[in-house]
């Protein structure tokens, strides 16, 4: 898979790190919320998003429930079809819970603006967004997030859970994907 990606933007020791710091915050920002007896949870956004979230509980210090909706609107391709389809719920009522959204990638942030809208309608206690990788060149929807791992270029990106028709998912770190493959 090596051979595929033109260039390494994040190695697994950068992620880790940044996972652990962002892994801290959450730590001492819900450290309140657990005191008074209030459930965090935290959705991770399937598929890409799994490994970030697994990784990602892991550095926080705090007892959290861990649920995962899958959203789709990228299909195999490089582009998003513009159409944000929800394959799959939490399983869990998320109402009154303080709510934690652990996505891979922000782009066009159609996709988290679906999901923001959805989620919100549920009556969760709060409702945040976490993102390990954010492109801010192409945002169309403007999303805000509690925290952004890495400012990504605009470039399309595999590895760490991130796709290209299903492939580079399980590299162990974040690359730019050569054109000539998805072109
Ligand atoms: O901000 P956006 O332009 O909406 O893009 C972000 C979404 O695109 C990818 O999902 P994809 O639809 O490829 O599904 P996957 O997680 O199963 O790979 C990624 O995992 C994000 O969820
Ligand atoms: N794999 C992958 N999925 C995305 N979804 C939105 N942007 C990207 C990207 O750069 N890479």
Redesign the pocket.
């Known amino acids: 898979m090596d051979q595929d990606v033109k260039q390494v933007l994040y190695t697994r020791e950068q992620i880790a790190e940044r996972v652990a710091q962002i892994g801290e915050a959450l730590t001492q920002q819900y450290a309140s919320v657990v005191e008074r007896g209030e459930q965090v949870v935290l959705v991770s956004v399937l598929r ?1 998003a799994a490994l970030f979230m697994a990784d990602l509980a892991r550095e926080m210090d705090i007892p959290v429930e861990m649920d995962y909706i899958a959203i789709s609107s ?1 299909g195999s391709g490089a582009k ?1 079809s513009g159409v944000v389809r929800m394959i799959k719920d939490v399983s869990s009522d998320i109402s009154g819970k303080h709510v934690i959204i652990a996505e891979d ?1 922000l ?1 066009s942030g159609l996709t988290l603006s679906y999901l923001l809208k959805n989620l919100a309608s549920r009556g969760p206690a709060s409702l945040t967004v976490v993102t390990l990788l954010r ?1 801010q060149t192409r945002a169309q929807a403007q999303v805000e997030c509690a925290h952004v791992g890495f400012e990504c270029p605009d470039e ?3 590895g760490y859970g ?3 028709a299903e492939r580079y998912r399980n590299l162990p770190y974040i690359g730019i994907l050569k054109p000539e493959v998805y072109q």
Request: proline letters at 0%.
């Open positions: 890409g990228y998003s990638i782009d492109k399309f990106v595999v991130l796709d290209y």
